[in-house]
């Protein structure tokens, strides 16, 4: 299994942009499908956007056109480029790799991912 570990959360206003990034273990980054899940205090996990490894890629409606995830498979990095931040976008973001049963697949069902992240807190104030 890949070991990944997010970075780049914090406290930002509304309004505001941020990216985080993903930092993947080992030589096989690019052989794993990929995926931002976040989770808020009280709510169930929820599929963010997810990439494959051709970099198709797929978003939850609630963040269409304002976030872009992307991959760097020279540097073992996924990204979530973050814009038009709102308050209700705060959560625990994690980041996710699947074994994908193609290069066009991505996932949206947090079963289909086999290593996570610890998660980073982006908070957003009003």
């Known amino acids: 299994q890949v070991q990944l570990e997010e970075s780049g959360g914090g406290l930002v206003q509304a309004g505001d942009s941020l990216r985080l990034s993903c930092a993947a273990s080992?030589?096989?980054?690019?052989?794993?499908?990929m995926g931002w899940f976040r989770q808020a205090p009280g709510k169930e996990r929820e599929f963010v956007a997810g990439?494959?490894?051709?970099?198709?890629?797929g978003y939850a409606e609630s963040v269409k056109g304002r976030f872009t995830i992307s991959r760097d498979n020279a540097k073992n990095t996924l990204y979530l480029q973050m814009t038009s931040l709102k308050p209700d976008d705060t959560a625990v973001y994690f980041c996710?790799?699947?074994?994908?049963?193609?290069?066009?697949?991505?996932?949206?069902?947090?079963?289909?991912?086999?290593?996570w992240g610890q998660g980073t807190q982006v908070t957003v104030s009003s």
């Open positions: 080992g030589r096989t980054f690019s052989t794993y499908a």
């Open positions: 990439i494959s490894l051709s970099s198709t890629t």
């Open positions: 996710a790799a699947a074994r994908p049963r193609g290069r066009l697949y991505y996932y949206s069902r947090d079963t289909e991912y086999e290593s």
